[in-house]
Each structure stands twice: as C-alpha cells, then as structure tokens.
T-cell receptor, first 116, second 115 residues
Framework: DGGITQSPKYLFRKEGQNVTLSCEQN?????MYWYRQDPGQGLRLIYY???????QKGDIAEGYSVSREKKESFPLTVTSAQKNPTAFYLC???????????????FGPGTRLTVL | AQSVTQLDSHVSVSEGTPVLLRCNYS??????LFWYVQHPNKGLQLLLK??????LVKGINGFEAEFKKSETSFHLTKPSAHMSDAAEYFC?????????????FGAGTRLFVKA
C-alpha cells in the first residue's frame, strides 16, 4: 500500500535533548512538509521541501531542523532550542497533478512529542 | 494575500440531521480549496477538493461542498450525520505565492454528533 509512515507514534524527551522524528513516503511525491499542531489549533508549517537536497523554512522553523537526502525521507529534528516542543507533529507529501498546480497533501498518522 | 476563516469552532448536530460547516476564503487568484477531516490522534484525510472545475464538489462519506466565488465561500455539507462523522474538519486554501505557492489551513471546526 502506498502512503506515509511516521515513527515513533509517541515520543518522550527530556529538556535539553534533541530528538528526530521520522517521515517516509512511497508515493513518489516530490514535495514533503512538516506541520505542528497544538490542542484546539490548526496546523502550522515548520519546514517544507519541494525537491531532494532542498528545503525551505515555514512559519515556525526556529528550534527545528530537517534534511532531504532522499526523495522518500524527510526527517525532522526538534532541537533543545525549541522552547515549547510538546505538540502533535504531522508529516505530509504532495505530488504533481495535471489538473491543478495546487495539489492536495497526503498526511501521515502523526507523532505526539511530550517533553518531560 | 490568502486567508481562510472557519466561521464556527464547534458545531453540534443530532444523528440523522444535516451538517453545515462554514468556510470563507480570501485569495487574489483562483485558488484550490480542500476539506480535510481529522479523527483524534490521527493524521488528516482528504474529504474533497475544488480545482476550478465543477463548483459543486462531491467527496467521500457523503460530504459535498459548493464553491461560491461571489460569496468567497466553500461550505461543507452532509444531508444526514452519522456518529462516525464526529471529528475535526479543516478548510484549506492553496494558491500562488511569491516564488511558488502557499497552503493555508483554517483553525478547524469540531463536529459533535449526538445520538
């Protein structure tokens, strides 16, 4: 089955630690995204990548880092510089569609990060 | 500039009654519009999308939405609610932006369905 996987589902971090969230897709999509979701709020874009070896900051990139070494993978590192990292993190991808340049995004199941 | 406003943070309906979730958007160009659903602790699932074809869009699970350019609205409807429809719904607009395109998510509407 094609789709997006995120791991782990739950992650606990001590203050001052860096942690890396995994995101893998087998949809052959060029673009991938990371979002943060806080209770009762919509999604906020952290980073996105439209092609391998290239990525751009989103609206709330401070305290986060990413890499895009492979088309299938877009890991997110939450660094100790992120002051309030407890949240639900969602990874998404999108591909090309001849009917529209603004294509829907496909989402993974999410990772819930809790800082202890 | 683009923006999207979901007019209700919470909507409560009884099972078997119609559902209306309201969304207004702002865009300088013809955008693409989407509705997603999110069940607790899950990812988002696409319900339907509008991409400048038919203005009445049918989606999964009996949902549909109508694009009204004059009202800049893209409201989501369903004739008869099921208990399984209880979830968070997001209206999303995507369109051109400097150097590429931008996708903006609404704040979400939580749908409650009473037995």
């Amino acid at each position: 089955d094609g789709g997006i996987t995120q791991s782990p589902k739950y992650l606990f971090r001590k203050e001052g630690q860096n942690v890396t969230l995994s995101c893998e897709q087998n949809l052959n999509h060029d673009a991938m995204y990371w979002y943060r979701q806080d209770p009762g709020q919509g999604l906020r874009l952290i980073y996105y990548s439209q092609i391998v070896n290239d990525f751009q900051k989103g609206d709330i990139a401070e305290g986060y880092s990413v890499s895009r070494e492979k088309k299938e993978s877009f890991p997110l590192t939450v660094t100790s510089a992120q002051k309030n990292p407890t949240a639900f993190y969602l990874c998404a991808s999108s591909g090309r569609d001849r009917t529209s340049p603004y294509n829907e995004q496909f989402f993974g199941p999410g990772t819930r990060l809790t800082v202890l | 500039a683009q923006s999207v406003t979901q007019l209700d943070s919470h909507v409560s309906v009884s099972e078997g009654t119609p559902v209306l979730l309201r969304c207004n958007y702002s865009s300088s160009y013809s955008p693409s519009l989407f509705w997603y659903v999110q069940h607790p602790n899950k990812g988002l699932q696409l319900l339907l999308k509008y991409t400048s074809a038919a203005t009445l869009v049918k989606g999964i699970n009996g949902f549909e939405a109508e694009f009204k350019k004059s009202e800049t609205s893209f409201h989501l409807t369903k004739p008869s609610a099921h208990m399984s429809d209880a979830a968070e719904y997001f209206c999303v607009v995507s369109g051109p932006y400097t150097g590429g395109f931008k996708t903006i998510f609404g704040a979400g509407t939580r749908l409650f369905v009473k037995a």
